[in-house]
């Protein structure tokens, strides 16, 4: 559908406005009457910062499938019936493909925006302006280039430096105190500014740059940053010591303190009170071992937000090994390993000799005509496998050798980095498996 026929069908939900008036209307938060452990915490009085309308507000549908939105205006609500809000979306899920909306803007962004239109429309009995046009006024408004940044759990680095083109760095008291001098002196208090952006004072931090409006660029930065720590987690002391537990992470995705109680004898008065730390180490990233790393981290950082099927391919395939290596119990991180490696080298309908088919392709893409290392990779693959097989479906959990999970997790980054580097532009998985297919004359 085209933006033509967009502008044409919205005036299809104009009748569908359900308009209600708002009978109970709370005054002073303080006459929120909160209970248990909310009650104990307290609450900000805001309430007069509260800005008269449009509200969004929303509610969920009645089998918890979606949420309803409605705009609060001067004490009315404006809204549609639930079964009309199942093909209002759907119509706005239309624009999403189209250029001018395509990774700019969110589909709640649009909802919201498009629903504010068509209740104008609704209050005013008439078209104030065309919907494209109010669509194109806002989104030139709210869509921003935005730099967010995202601490690093247990990483310290000499330099900074990027993967693809997000950088990884780290803010030093004199740039904090120049931003302070220079941005915010006359707004806030050096105690507030302190308190608030002390806390980043010497972390390793991932930057990334975004160009959306505020919902969606917020979506896409964690979603880009996730990826750079997943790259940066293949060169973790992890792959090459499988014992060792990974704890490189963004801080938005670990809880890295906790604090809990503990009785003795079910008695509380004698409580002890614990605070718990996920760190084991800290990696230090120095300027060599960075730049020993810095063919992987374009490669692999170049891939953010690329759209070919080989990108994606990789992309999914590390974000996935990330989580893999985060996991302690080494049975089941073998068996979710070998899901990477079927993901890559076993054709979408293929359900038959599927171990046998995905061992060949890999080791022959792998090491190719060098029968020596085949043969010495194809033993720990073999025992990879077993171990797998033993777990799931006997419950029975084999001894693994570190020295062969260690070569099984280094040899799939090497997999994965050597996809990387296939410099067909056109790459399709399913070629790519003929192709191997066709070198074993299978």
Same mark, same amino acid.
């Given at each position: 559908?085209?933006?033509?026929?967009?502008?044409?069908?919205?005036? @299809?939900?104009?009748?569908?406005?359900?308009?209600?008036?708002?009978?109970?209307?709370?005054?002073?938060?303080?006459?929120?009457?909160?209970?248990?452990?909310?009650? /104990?915490?307290?609450?900000?009085?805001?309430?007069?910062?509260?800005?008269?309308?449009?509200?969004?507000?929303?509610?969920?549908?009645?089998?918890?499938?979606?949420?309803?939105?409605?705009?609060?205006?001067?004490?009315?609500?404006?809204?549609?019936?639930?079964?009309?809000?199942? #093909?209002?979306?759907?119509?706005?899920?239309?624009?999403?493909?189209?250029?001018?909306?395509?990774?700019?803007?969110?589909?709640?962004?649009?909802?919201?925006?498009?629903?504010?239109?068509?209740?104008?429309?609704?209050?005013?009995?008439?078209?104030?302006?065309?919907?494209?046009?109010?669509?194109?006024?806002?989104?030139?408004?709210?869509?921003?280039?935005?730099?967010?940044?995202?601490?690093?759990?247990?990483?310290?680095?000499?330099?900074?430096?990027?993967?693809?083109?997000?950088?990884?760095?780290?803010?030093?008291?004199?740039?904090?105190?120049?931003?302070?001098?220079?941005?915010?002196?006359?707004?806030?208090?050096?105690?507030?500014?302190?308190?608030?952006?002390?806390?980043?004072?010497?972390?390793?931090?991932?930057?990334?740059?975004?160009?959306? /409006?505020?919902?969606?660029?917020?979506?896409?930065?964690?979603?880009?940053?996730?990826?750079?720590?997943?790259?940066?987690?293949?060169?973790?002391?992890?792959?090459?010591?499988?014992? #060792?537990?990974?704890?490189?992470?963004?801080?938005?995705?670990?809880?890295?303190?906790?604090?809990?109680?503990?009785?003795?004898?079910?008695?509380?008065?004698?409580?002890?009170?614990?605070?718990?730390?996920?760190?084991?180490?800290?990696?230090?990233?120095?300027?060599?071992?960075? /730049?020993?790393?810095?063919?992987?981290?374009? #490669?692999?950082? @170049?891939?953010?937000?690329?759209?070919? #099927?080989?990108?994606?391919?990789?992309? @999914?395939?590390?974000?996935?090994?990330?989580?893999?290596?985060?996991?302690?119990?080494?049975?089941?991180?073998?068996?979710?390993?070998?899901?990477?490696?079927?993901?890559?080298?076993?054709?979408?309908?293929?359900?038959?000799?599927?171990?046998?088919?995905?061992?060949?392709?890999?080791?022959?893409?792998?090491?190719?005509?060098?029968?020596?290392?085949?043969?010495?990779?194809?033993?720990?693959?073999?025992?990879?496998?077993?171990?797998?097989?033993?777990?799931?479906?006997?419950?029975?959990?084999?001894?693994?050798?570190?020295?062969?999970?260690?070569?099984?997790?280094?040899?799939?980054?090497?997999?994965?980095?050597?996809?990387?580097?296939?410099?067909?532009?056109?790459?399709?998985?399913?070629?790519?498996?003929?192709?191997?297919?066709?070198?074993?004359?299978?």
């Amino acid at each position: 559908m085209n933006e033509d026929q967009l502008q044409n069908e919205v005036f @299809n939900f104009v009748p569908k406005i359900i308009e209600t008036k708002i009978e109970k209307k709370i005054n002073n938060i303080s006459d929120i009457q909160l209970k248990g452990s909310s009650a /104990e915490k307290g609450f900000i009085d805001l309430s007069d910062k509260i800005v008269e309308s449009p509200i969004i507000s929303r509610q969920n549908f009645s089998d918890l499938s979606d949420k309803k939105i409605f705009i609060l205006i001067k004490g009315r609500e404006f809204g549609f019936l639930e079964k009309d809000y199942k #093909e209002f979306y759907k119509y706005v899920y239309q624009f999403i493909s189209l250029d001018n909306f395509k990774e700019r803007v969110s589909v709640d962004y649009l909802k919201e925006k498009i629903l504010l239109w068509i209740v104008d429309v609704h209050i005013n009995g008439k078209v104030t302006e065309n919907l494209m046009t109010y669509l194109f006024r806002n989104i030139s408004k709210d869509v921003q280039n935005q730099t967010f940044y995202f601490p690093l759990l247990n990483m310290e680095i000499e330099k900074e430096f990027y993967i693809g083109n997000a950088k990884i760095t780290y803010f030093t008291k004199q740039y904090l105190d120049e931003f302070y001098e220079n941005k915010l002196s006359e707004e806030l208090e050096k105690s507030t500014f302190s308190k608030s952006f002390g806390k980043f004072l010497g972390k390793v931090l991932v930057s990334v740059d975004i160009e959306a /409006e505020s919902k969606l660029a917020i979506s896409l930065a964690i979603k880009n940053a996730s990826y750079v720590v997943d790259v940066l987690k293949l060169t973790s002391p992890t792959v090459t010591i499988p014992s #060792e537990r990974c704890f490189l992470e963004l801080e938005s995705r670990m809880p890295f303190d906790y604090e809990y109680l503990s009785f003795k004898d079910n008695d509380i008065s004698k409580f002890t009170y614990h605070i718990g730390i996920n760190r084991e180490h800290e990696l230090n990233y120095n300027s060599e071992m960075i /730049e020993s790393w810095s063919e992987l981290f374009k #490669e692999f950082g @170049n891939l953010i937000n690329k759209k070919d #099927e080989k990108s994606i391919l990789i992309a @999914n395939s590390i974000s996935f090994y990330s989580k893999c290596i985060a996991e302690e119990d080494l049975h089941l991180r073998i068996s979710k390993l070998i899901m990477i490696i079927e993901s890559i080298f076993l054709k979408e309908d293929e359900n038959f000799k599927m171990e046998i088919k995905s061992k060949r392709r890999l080791l022959d893409f792998r090491f190719d005509s060098n029968h020596k290392l085949k043969n010495k990779f194809r033993l720990v693959l073999d025992n990879m496998y077993e171990i797998r097989h033993k777990m799931t479906h006997k419950s029975i959990r084999l001894y693994i050798d570190n020295s062969e999970l260690r070569e099984f997790q280094q040899e799939i980054v090497h997999i994965l980095f050597m996809i990387c580097k296939i410099s067909s532009p056109n790459f399709h998985k399913e070629d790519f498996l003929i192709w191997l297919d066709k070198k074993a004359n299978v």
